[in-house]
């Protein structure tokens, strides 16, 4: 839940999927401390194509969004990565059909 105008609360859509996927991160992540140096986060998003692909291209020119993607990644993996994503310094992203979807993360320290 969140604040709106006049005090109206609204529901996060997204709160589940990213309670889910940072459950995931925190899986992969295992015991290991949070980060708190400055990082570089690198993103790679595997979309399955779809049927009918105009041009035989492996970049994702199409919904959803990568900044989007992005955003929603940082935010899951907000308390379990680090405390807070102001420690990231670079954040490269990139959107690519593959038949195996996925996210592949790769997080640098800077320092």
């Known amino acids: 839940m969140r604040a709106g ?3 109206k609360r609204f529901f996060d859509q997204q709160s589940h999927e990213k309670l889910a996927f ?3 991160l ?3 992540h295992a015991d290991a401390p949070l980060y708190t ?3 570089m986060i690198e993103m790679m998003f595997y979309i399955a194509p779809p049927k009918t ?3 035989r291209t ?3 020119s199409t919904f959803p969004d990568i900044d989007n993607l992005m955003k929603f990644v940082l935010d899951a993996a907000k308390d379990v990565l680090y405390d807070d994503d102001r420690i990231v310094c ?3 992203g990139t959107k690519l059909y593959d038949l195996n979807p ?3 993360l790769t997080v640098t320290e800077l320092v």
Do not use: A, D, N, T
Request: include cysteine; proline fraction near 8%.
């Open 22 to 24: 940072g459950l995931y």
């Open 102 to 104: 996925r996210v592949e």
């Open 37 to 39: 140096q400055p990082l």
């Open 58 to 60: 492996p970049y994702v």
């Open 26 to 28: 925190s899986q992969q």
């Open 90 to 92: 670079i954040l490269q």
């Open 5 to 7: 105008k006049c005090g």
């Open 53 to 55: 692909v105009k041009k």
